[in-house]
């Protein structure tokens, strides 16, 4: 496929600044981008645009000194996110149940669904308009899934779990699995039965190998727009509010709540029974062990604001040398303490 850059411009929403005809036949990154390529540049990569070779930039205001076509929109990323669609369209997989699926009794398939091959779903499960279920997906008893939502191979919604519209699941992603709770009486461990389920609302995403626990009683809740990474693990009753990011390796324990827009960098963890308010960052490898209130910015364990814990880092790295002054003054004073008691 090849688009010139007017065209790719109107698709977008741009403005183009320089020759619009110019023909782009593929996408690329902006130091590896060719003559037939488009890319994009946002804030200190901007300075770069002048060295790359590629036939065509996306940026977010238009660039001085700059002798290829410009497509100047308000968010680059997202206009070429939208590109590299146009230039790698999805793959299209052929609608109906594969003859190797099991379906069990009483589901309800909605139009244009697609369930394929050795994909198990059981009794009295919904699966809405346009659904995808890839190979070796298990959909449990009582399940409800809405339109559009695409579950990749080997992931896996136990009973009564609900998904809203347009939710992604990643490969061997594990919805609804049995909450982590025991009871422990004289060192012995026995397990407490979790009854609940979960709730993923629309545009939620999951990815590969990560578990969102089911709850005790009640629902596991991760709420609208929320964008989980590969390996996040969601304990029981966890609650997770709208457009928030969790990225690899993040944990948080159960009954943990958590506002809008809130951000876990890699390798995050949390405590349980906390409650987290809205606008938070939360730094990689943060660990979280009590409340926190909206708008802020935190790193460190225990957590602490980004500031405090930027200049307790910097007296860190002082430490051998601190070290070594108090031994010289501990010794200093020693001799001054002899001298003293001499006279």
């Not at 009794?123 to 659904?131: Q, Y």
């Not at 990560?210 to 304990?235: E, P």
Request: net charge negative; aromatic share 6%.
């Amino acid at each position: 496929m090849t688009y010139t850059v007017e065209e790719l411009a109107n698709s977008v929403q741009g403005k183009v600044v320089g020759d619009g005809s110019v023909k782009i036949a593929e996408t690329r990154s902006l130091d590896q981008a060719a003559p037939q390529a488009i890319s994009f540049a946002v804030g200190e990569y901007c300075e770069y645009v002048g060295q790359s070779k590629a036939g065509a930039v996306i940026v977010e205001a238009p660039l001085a000194n700059v002798s290829i076509p410009q497509i100047v929109v308000p968010n680059a990323k997202v206009a070429f996110a939208q590109i590299l669609q146009q230039f790698h369209p999805p793959v299209v997989f052929p609608t109906g149940v594969h003859e190797t699926a099991i379906i069990g009794k009483n589901v309800t398939l909605g139009n244009n669904v697609t369930v394929g091959p050795y994909c198990v779903i059981y009794d009295n499960a919904v699966i809405g308009d346009n659904v995808v279920l890839h190979p070796y997906v298990y959909i449990g008893h009582n399940v409800k899934i809405g339109e559009d939502t695409v579950i990749y191979s080997g992931a896996i919604v136990h009973e009564n779990c609900i998904l809203g519209k347009r939710v992604v699941l990643r490969a061997k992603a594990v919805i609804g699995g049995e909450g982590f709770g025991f009871a422990t009486e004289n060192g012995v461990h026995t397990h407490i039965p979790q009854v609940g389920n979960v709730i993923l609302e629309d545009d939620v995403e999951i990815g590969s190998c990560s578990c969102v626990d089911n709850a005790t009683m009640g629902s596991t809740l991760v709420r609208r727009g929320t964008k989980i990474d590969n390996l996040v693990h969601l304990g029981h009753n966890v609650e997770i509010g709208e457009d928030c990011f969790l990225i690899a390796q993040v944990g948080i324990a159960g009954s943990t709540k958590c506002g809008n827009h809130v951000i876990f960098a890699g390798q995050t963890g949390c405590t349980g029974h906390i409650t987290i308010g809205d606008n938070v960052t939360f730094a990689g490898k943060t660990g979280i062990i009590g409340n926190v209130p909206s708008n802020g910015t935190y790193a460190g364990f225990p957590q602490r604001p980004h500031k405090e814990w930027l200049k307790l880092s910097a007296y860190e790295n002082r430490l051998p040398e601190m070290a070594k002054t108090v031994k010289r003054l501990e010794k200093e004073l020693a001799a001054l303490k002899e001298q003293l008691a001499a006279k």
